[in-house]
């Protein structure tokens, strides 16, 4: 996700929340880290987040589409 900030495509902002809310739902945890710019997130995949990525069904986490 933070390639999609670099490149403009979310805001910082819009970043944090998608973030949250991953923790939230159990996916991610998250740990924040104070640096001199204010806080570096690093987000790591909890046993549910790798099971989403493996085609487990999640609320509220859309399906892949068909390519």
Known sequence: MVGF????VISPDELRGYMTWLEGQRLVEIERLPVPSGLLWVATLTGNG??????????????????
């Open 5 to 8: 900030y670099h490149l403009g």
């Open 50 to 67: 790798v099971a989403v990525t493996q085609g487990k069904r999640w609320p509220g986490v859309a399906e892949p589409a068909a390519r």
